[in-house]
């Protein structure tokens, strides 16, 4: 992609929030902090390892998610998995998300008439 | 043996307080060591999972909400706020201070200027120095524990410049020229150019003339600069016109009284020290320079009453324009 360091950087902006999304919605399989890192890269949601990590624990903090560390396998590994509290941040947040969508819809609409 | 993955979980660690630091040093390790084995087909993982994380004290600040700005945007324009006051205000009147006590104390002017700069130097690294830790602590604490330093409101916007840019610069000009008069007068009586065998200094001035000259300039100096000030805030008025020709004559008059009448206002020890001969009888030159004198100081105070007035015939204009 060709894109000037401006609209890079809207287009970052744009996207920061989103992360939190797609957290909560990505949790509700519980998974730890790599993996989740990797799948979100996969799904399109650009984060780095500095940005995500102090987010899960924000999250947490905010009883959003909840951590268990898993001793099962040959590594330790805290999996965090969405709350109910989370999920219903999760749906608000998906609500916002349809409405932004319908408006912004109607504006490309608007535009091209 | 220590590998790259323990120190720098460490360094992640090390900041954090003793409570969190157990389950923080848990967490980063399983980070560093997941991020090893995404990266297993690069030439040294653990190198490049390091490199993916970035700055450790960066990652330790961003999981334990720690700000990474010493003064943060809360408090920022309060405390540049504060600086310029003290940089423009009381640094100044430091200097000022300490020149005034130095030119008193120090054996020469050099000296006295020397010992000021040293001073407000030194004041200056203080100045910075503890406002800038107070607000570092002060944008460490607890949002409820925070100093309210008042929300801004309108009513706060300065006022636009009714003056132009000359008018504070003459302002300037006058009360910089008021200190340095007085610095040069009390400079002379130190008598630092010419001294006694006995290491007393020689003034300029005649030392009979002092106590007179001294007073007569001290209440010159501060009513010029109040004056200025005056003007400054209120512009020009007739009556301000006419209180200029007032402060016009306080000076005029007294100097060429000084200098007409009183051929002795410079110390004839002075004369003596640096080899003049003041004798009007015997020197030519003595009369036509006090004369010459004389006229230039009627000519630039009799421009400046003269100005006065017609500047403020150019304001009533500008003020009655509009209207």
Redesign the interface.
Known sequence: MDRDDASAGHLQELRRGTVVLACLLQLRTPD????LL?RLDALGFVT????L??LL??LEAQGHLTSE?NTDEA????FYCTSGAGELLAADLVEDWKRLDASVTSLVRGDRS | MTTLTDRYVWAVVRTAPEKQRRELD??VR??V???T??HANAGDPEREALL???DPE??AA??L?RPLALIGPRTYLVYIRLLKVLYTIVLPIVFVANLAVQVFVAPSFGGALGAAIAVSVNAAVHLGFWPTLLFAVIDRLPASRQPDFGSWSPDRLPDLPSRPREEVGELIGTVVFAVLAIGALIWQQQGTLFRTDDGSGIPFLNPSLWGFILTWSIVLAVAWSAFALVVYRRGWTTTMASINVILNLAFAVPAIVLLTQRTELVNPAFADAAGWQLDAATQPWVVPTLVISSVVIVVVCGWNCVDGFLRARRAARATSAPS
Request: overall charge positive; glycine content about 6%.
């Open positions: 730890y902090g790599y993996s990797t780095d390892a500095n940005t990590y102090p624990r924000r560390w590594r330790p590994r805290k | 848990r967490e399983a980070l060591t997941d991020a084995d995404a993916e994380l970035g960066r990652l961003t999981y909400d």
